[in-house]
């Protein structure tokens, strides 16, 4: 389905989503989507993930931002080589949407940075007939 890959400051992004039929109800106009997301640290300071920022686009343009602390629960700490992997989901009113978003990351020495997500699609499979 839909991914992205993109790099900031030395930290990799790397998302995949999927359709989920068995958890969407197109009648009731509701497509889920899950996605996994993979955040390396390629760079050469140690990092942590303090808060996230989502926009989250459906396919009559709608936006919807969400904002929180860390991912799933978590604000992990990643040393140069080291990665965290997690896995969420997204509901949408509509078959097809996108989302985008950034990371809010901080040094050990306190430097905050934004950490770019490329845009990704969510998007439902035409039947095949």
Partial sequence: MGSSHTRTRG??????????????????RRWFFAYHIRIANQGEEV????????????AHGEVEEVVGPGVVGEQPTLAPGEAFE??????????????RGSYQMVTRDGEAFEVE?????????LPVN
């Fill in 86 to 99: 997690y896995a969420s989901f997204c509901p949408l009113p509509t078959p097809f949407g996108t989302m």
């Fill in 11 to 28: 930290i990799l992004v790397e998302v995949d989503s999927t359709y989920v039929p068995e958890r969407s109800e197109p009648l009731r």
């Fill in 47 to 58: 990092v942590q993930l303090i808060s996230r920022h989502w926009i989250i686009t459906d």
């Fill in 117 to 125: 997500i490329a845009s990704f699609e969510l998007l439902q499979p």
